[in-house]
């Protein structure tokens, strides 16, 4: 390689590692200020809407119908027999 390319290829190495520095530190500082939420927040946080599974009943017949209309244990407990009848 000519000294030419030689400093040009050493000045981009350096931009990078200078670019993924700057950026390592945005992300490290970005996660430091999270903190966890206040005991006047979490009211909203229990709201039914914010949850992952707003109505738990109709999820487990829901389950429990794909697991005896599928005769298959999806790890939500035992297998049906396949007619419903569970």
């Not at 006047?40 to 709201?47: D, F, Q, V």
Request: glycine share 12%.
């Amino acid at each position: 390689m000519t000294p030419r390319v030689n400093a040009v290829a050493e000045r981009a190495l350096r931009f990078s590692l200078r670019a993924s520095a700057f950026v390592l530190a945005l992300a490290l500082a970005g996660c430091a200020t999270m903190a966890p939420p206040q005991p006047w927040e979490k009211g909203n946080l229990a709201r039914p809407e914010m949850q992952f599974d707003p109505d738990p009943l109709d999820t487990k017949i829901t389950q429990h119908i794909y697991t005896s209309k599928e005769a298959a244990t999806g790890g939500y407990g035992a297998g049906g027999g396949g007619c419903g009848c569970n």
